[in-house]
């Protein structure tokens, strides 16, 4: 064992705490967004909010966050997204054509996102 492996086996803890800390911030980033609520309709509680893909996805919001993919690259990968409630979701999915019509959230979305 090299002397770099030897200090991040001695610091696993430290390595650890730090990852979870990360992991932590960037779920806070997610609650504040769907804090603004579904685009479409006045859902307000996260267990049945989404990020729907309105541009090509690359991947799954949920899964980076599983993960602990960086801010910057979840960022991006957030402004290709629209969030919706469980519903409007479905909604969306089944008539593409759909009447929804979005609110002034997306705006919100972008000065939240800029901000960070
Ligand atoms: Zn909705």
Redesign the pocket.
């Known amino acids: 064992m090299n002397k770099r492996q030897e200090y991040y086996y001695k610091n696993i803890p430290k390595y650890r705490e730090y990852q979870n800390q990360r992991k932590e911030r960037i779920r806070n980033v997610v609650e504040q967004l769907k804090e603004l609520g579904?685009f479409?309709?006045d859902?307000l509680d996260f267990c049945c909010l989404d990020f729907h893909h309105i541009e090509k996805k690359e991947f799954n919001i949920a899964f980076a966050l599983s993960q602990g993919f960086g801010i910057n690259k979840l960022v991006k990968e957030i402004e290709k997204c629209e969030i919706?409630?469980s519903?409007?979701h479905r909604k969306k999915i089944y008539n593409k054509k759909t009447s929804l019509s979005a609110c002034n959230r997306p705006e919100q979305v972008k000065t939240l996102v800029m901000g960070w």
Do not use: I, R
């Open positions: 579904c479409y309709c859902e919706l409630c519903n409007c």
